[in-house]
C-alpha cells in the first residue's frame, strides 16, 4: 500500500530537548516536504527537497533542519525546540513525473514542547 | 505566491442535506487536491483533481481551470462527514511539491 509513514504520532518534550520527527515513503517519490497547522495560520511549508541530498527553506523554516540522505526518508529535526513550535505536523511526497501527480500526506505528528 | 480561498468558513447541516464547498484560486495550477482532515487530525485525500470532475461515492469535485475555481460536492450528508475540508494547489510556478493550502471549511452535519 502507498504510504507516508511519520513517526511519532504524539510527543511531547521539554525546551530545548533536541527532537527528530521521522518521515518515510514507500512510493519512490522525489519529492518531499513538511508542514506545520497551528489555528488560526493555516498549513504551511518548513522545508522541501526535490531529491537525494537537495533541500531548500519553504516559508517557515526558522527552528527546524532536514536532512534527504535517502530518497524515502527525510527527517524533521528541531535541535533545540521552543514553546512556538507547538503544532501539528505534517510530511508529504509527491512523484516528480512530467505531468503533476498528486501528494500523499502522512498521519500527522502533534508536537507540544512544553 | 498563489493564493487561495474557500468558501463558506463554516457550514452546518442536518445529516441527509446536500452541500457545495467553494475554492477559488489567483493562478494557474498543476496540481489542486481536496482534503478531509478528521476530529483526530489526519489529512484524508478526497480529490486529485487539478480539472474536470470526478466523483467517490457521495462526494463528487468539480474543477474548472481556465475560471480558476474548484467545488466539492457533499451530498446525504453523514455525521461523519464532518471536519475540516481543505483545498490546496500547486501554483504553476511553484511546481516543486509546495501547496498553499486555503484556510479551510469547517462542516459540521447534526443527527
Known amino acids: 500500500e502507498a504510504q507516508v509513514t511519520q513517526n511519532p504520532r504524539y510527543l511531547i518534550t521539554v525546551t530545548g530537548k533536541k527532537l527528530t520527527v521521522t518521515c518515510s515513503q514507500n512510493m519512490n517519490h522525489e519529492y518531499m516536504s513538511w508542514y506545520r497547522q497551528d489555528p488560526g495560520l493555516g498549513l504551511r511549508q518548513i522545508y522541501y527537497?526535490?531529491?537525494?541530498?537537495?533541500?531548500d527553506k519553504g516559508d517557515v523554516p526558522e527552528g527546524y533542519k532536514v536532512s534527504r540522505k535517502e530518497k524515502r526518508n527525510f527527517p524533521l529535526i528541531l535541535e533545540s525546540p521552543s514553546p512556538n513550535q507547538t503544532s501539528l505536523y505534517f510530511c508529504a511526497s509527491r512523484a516528480k513525473t512530467v505531468v503533476n501527480t498528486e501528494a500523499f500526506f502522512g498521519q500527522g505528528t502533534r508536537l507540544t514542547v512544553v | 505566491g498563489i493564493q487561495v480561498e474557500q468558501s463558506p468558513p463554516d457550514l452546518i447541516l442536518q445529516e441527509g442535506a446536500n452541500s457545495t464547498l467553494r475554492c477559488n484560486f489567483s493562478d494557474s495550477v498543476n496540481n489542486l487536491q481536496w482534503f478531509h482532515q478528521n476530529p483526530w487530525g489526519q489529512l484524508i485525500n478526497l480529490f486529485y483533481?487539478?480539472?474536470g470532475t470526478k466523483q467517490n461515492g457521495r462526494l463528487s469535485a468539480t474543477t474548472v481551470a481556465t475560471e480558476r475555481y474548484s467545488l466539492l460536492y457533499i451530498s446525504s450528508s453523514q455525521t461523519t462527514d464532518s471536519g475540516v475540508y481543505f483545498c490546496a494547489v500547486e501554483g504553476e510556478t511553484d511546481s516543486w511539491g509546495k501547496f498553499q493550502f486555503g484556510a479551510g471549511t469547517q462542516v459540521v452535519v447534526t443527527p
Open positions: 483533481i487539478p480539472s
Open positions: 527537497s526535490m531529491n537525494v541530498e537537495v533541500t
